[in-house]
């Protein structure tokens, strides 16, 4: 390989790399550590043939395209069809965003689990709506998953169900969840929860937005209780108890009832309290 092909590799990999989100991210797609990869951006080192081939298979290239001139191989990278599992380049804070899940870890392990989760009903006025959600770890970040049975309660018939997905951050002294719909995609809340500073969390609450699901789809906002309820569950039994309720029903713990419905400025007067 001439001393151009060499220098023409870094620049090369600079460039296909800026087709994704970080370089961590294409990293962790093709199972490279990330020093050698950086090792080969500042043209320290050149990637085994093994690597090279991995390179190449996943950019969707031949391994000479890759040593060619720059301004050829940006023609060539750029007329290859983008894989649908790729992610297009996003604003630099949106991965920084993530990255904070990793970091803060050991402040998200404590909420692992399973809990019931209430709040006011964003479409059915004086009622509390109770739901499941599980709050699990991955690899590098730690995801939830919630879902709601909307049968108001003692009424027949099947539930209308919602599943949820969503990812948890820590910043500061708040854990901040983002999720998405599953079913339709449709729909995107945020619930903001106030850190628990005991080793063992029996109860968090905080603040959920989203929209109404009545037809105007207005945006709205109710306090949040989440109620542990162990760190594996029968879940089938667990989301027997799912449902909508008056919010006079016995079935709502009264001081979750207290908390949601207490008038005046968002605060947190259970802190001291159960929470």
Known sequence: MSDDEFSFLPMNLKFA???YPSVSELCRRLGINRQQFMKYLSGAAYPSRRSL????DFLGVDEFELLL???????????RPTKKSDLPPVLSTVPDLLSLSPQQ?????????????YYLSFSTPQHILRALIHIYPSDTYTFFKRIERLRMD????????YKYEGIVTNVGDRFYLFDQESITGSELSQTILFQSYRNRVSYLS??????SGADG?????????????????????AMSGCSIYRVGSPEIPSGIRE????????????RGAIF
């Open 17 to 19: 790399a800026g087709y």
């Open 53 to 56: 081939r991995t390179i190449c």
């Open 69 to 79: 001139p720059p301004d050829q191989f940006r023609k060539i990278i750029a007329l």
């Open 105 to 117: 870890r050991s402040q998200v392990a404590k909420i692992h689990g399973y809990y019931y989760e």
């Open 154 to 161: 003692g009424q027949d018939g099947p539930p209308d169900v």
């Open 206 to 211: 905080g603040l959920r937005m989203g929209v």
């Open 217 to 237: 789809h207005e945006p709205v906002a109710s306090r949040i209780v989440l109620e542990f309820i162990g760190g594996s569950v029968n879940r089938r039994e």
């Open 259 to 270: 908390h949601l419905t207490a008038g005046g400025r968002m605060s947190n007067p259970l």
